[in-house]
């Protein structure tokens, strides 16, 4: 038995009269990878939002790492080891591609104020492997060309990609990814499936994914979630999802 | 990292020289009393927008009661010295203090709202403190501060202003200042990138009032007297826009903002009437032209010309 990293029980939360999630059970093992798929509404981002503490939950419990995380804020989730992408991108995009990634590692710099203000201490040494780091995970992510340039000024998939290292820089144990293809033409998306199993087996990550293109899920996911109206309607290997009746009916409509 | 010593070292004695040069001016009574005031004036507002820049330039968060905070560091740095006899530098420090206790304080709640509801609510407590000053008689009351013993000069300025300069700047390139300016940038992403978004929201704008402690309390002993009408709001706007105009986000734009406005109030102070058209004509053509402000996002260590001239240095 592989140990269980995240694991959400009965989580539900309701906006106003809605059920954005209802009774939400998973568990992710250490290692995983994991896709999160169902129709535009299913409670998606949600779910994500609800596990990295954006949202807290009406009902439930989520654990990670064998602790709750139920209440903590995000940051603290972050510093915890959950880090994420966003579906509409999120970056600081008047700074430098550079600056972007270097911000993510504000939870693992331990020098303090008063080395910052004196620049003595700490101060050069950390800076120092802060940007080396930072430009090692730009080129895995053939960025370091870009270092310099404003992240706003990338090409679409590009500012994908940086989201995807800037979360990596947080140093997670378990990354998630909404929508990371979102916007990919077939090429880009392919070299993207590459990229996340390759990242996966080099920083030792779990990876949790929501994604519309099936090919990409179909393709590198170990095991699947199909979401429907905020509850899980099937779980299991890519196979098995494609043969799902209820997933089928899901996305493609007919009698229920 | 060399480099960045290197360039701390270069800026450091470029200072030094411009305050020697002004210095032995002032001495030689080349500048007269009236320049030697407008200089010390310009180092005070130097402090004020540097310091309101960390704010509202790097952090983000809209504040526009600076002018209180520059008044509890005169209030407290005045009271220092005449009640207590103490030393100018212990009032300095008590007056960043205090006004960086007090900025805390007023932090914590007023920072969980965003943008013009941060801007009234900062403007409100300004007008606060302006007011409880006011109705103290242990300090003067409406009539002011009276008494005051003369302790500011150019250098005690200068070097203050130098010293600001030094803290903020390395504050900002940190990780500390990365976070400030990440919430600036996009707050739910500082959040989800592990930053705790109230924490460097608050510690902006406590660092940020105390230096505005640090520059009432040099203000406060520039003349004999002070009152609480130098701390309106209208003082708040004043330095906002010195910020705005040399640039929110920029150091070297702060300095230039607070030179062009207490330069260009200086020079035209015998034609009054003139002066407030032509101070508000050069910010409508600025905010036409240029309205990321003088410098937008730009210091000068990191622009063409610096490179150049230093470039040697960098090589050897």
């Known amino acids: 038995m592989s140990e269980v990293l995240l ?245 493609l409509g007919g009698e229920a | 990292m060399n480099l960045l010593r290197k360039n701390d070292l270069i800026m450091l004695g470029l200072s030094l020289v411009i305050f020697a040069i002004l210095q032995v001016l002032i001495t030689t009574k080349v500048l007269t009393s009236f320049w030697e005031l407008n200089l010390i004036i310009i180092g005070i507002n130097v402090i004020m927008a540097v310091s309101l820049n960390l704010i509202n330039g790097y952090t983000g968060q809209f504040s526009l009661g600076h002018a209180g905070f520059m008044a509890v560091g005169a209030y407290t740095g005045v009271v220092m010295t005449t009640f207590f006899h103490l030393p100018f530098i212990v009032a300095i420090i008590a007056g960043a203090v205090l006004a960086g206790l007090l900025g805390f304080l007023i932090g914590l709640p007023t920072l969980r709202l965003r943008g013009d509801y941060l801007a009234i609510a900062t403007l409100g407590l300004g007008e606060i403190i302006r007011i409880v000053i006011m109705n103290l008689d242990y300090v003067g009351g409406a009539a002011g501060f009276k008494g005051i013993t003369h302790h500011t000069n150019f250098a005690w300025v200068f070097l203050i202003m130098l010293f600001t300069l030094f803290v903020i700047k390395n504050f900002v390139n940190s990780s500390h200042g990365r976070a400030c300016i990440a919430i600036r940038e996009n707050e739910i992403a500082a959040e989800a990138m592990g930053i705790n978004t109230t924490k460097y929201k608050v510690m902006a704008f406590t660092i940020g009032a105390a230096f505005a402690g640090v520059a009432g309390c040099l203000f406060g002993h520039n003349f004999y007297i002070i009152s609480p009408g130098s701390f309106t709001f209208l003082a708040s706007f004043n330095y906002l826009i010195m910020v705005v105009m040399g640039g929110l986000g920029s150091i070297t734009g702060s300095i230039a903002g607070a030179f062009v406005v207490t330069f260009i109030s200086a020079v035209l102070a015998p034609w009054p009437e003139f002066r407030m058209i032509i101070y508000a004509l050069a910010l409508i053509l600025l905010m036409f032209y240029r309205p990321q402000g003088l410098f937008g996002y730009m210091e000068v260590t990191s622009m063409g010309i610096f490179r150049r001239i230093f470039k040697r240095g960098h090589e050897s």
Request: contains cysteine; charged residues 25%; aromatic residues 10%.
């Open chain 1, 7 to 251: 694991k959400a029980e009965n989580v539900s939360i309701v906006f106003g009269g809605l059920k954005a999630v209802s009774d939400f059970d998973f568990y992710i093992n250490k290692g995983e990878l994991i896709g999160l798929i169902g129709p535009n509404g299913a409670g998606k981002t949600t779910a994500f939002n609800l596990i990295t503490g954006v949202y807290q939950p009406t009902t439930g419990s989520i654990e990670f790492a064998g602790k709750s995380i139920v209440g903590k804020k995000p940051y603290e989730i972050t510093q915890r080891g959950i880090a994420r992408t966003f579906q509409n991108i999120r970056l600081f995009s008047e700074l430098t591609v550079l600056d972007n990634v270097k911000i993510a590692f504000h939870s693992h710099v331990k020098y303090g104020l008063a080395e910052t203000v004196f620049r003595v201490g700490r101060y050069f040494s950390e800076e120092k492997q802060i940007e080396e780091e930072s430009m090692k995970l730009l080129k895995i992510f053939k960025l370091d060309g870009h270092a310099y340039d404003q992240a706003k000024n990338l090409p679409y998939g590009a500012q994908r990609r940086l989201e995807i290292a800037r979360a990596l820089a947080a140093k997670p144990k378990l990354l998630l990814l909404d929508e990371p293809a979102a916007g990919m033409n077939p090429q880009e998306t392919k070299e993207l499936m590459e990229m996340i199993s390759w990242i996966r087996k080099e920083f030792g990550l779990t990876v949790l994914l929501i994604e519309h293109d099936m090919s990409l899920v179909m393709g590198i996911c170990e095991r699947i979630y199909v979401l429907e109206y905020g509850m899980i309607i099937a779980n299991g290997t890519p196979k098995e999802i494609q043969e799902n009746p209820e997933v089928i009916r899901a996305y």
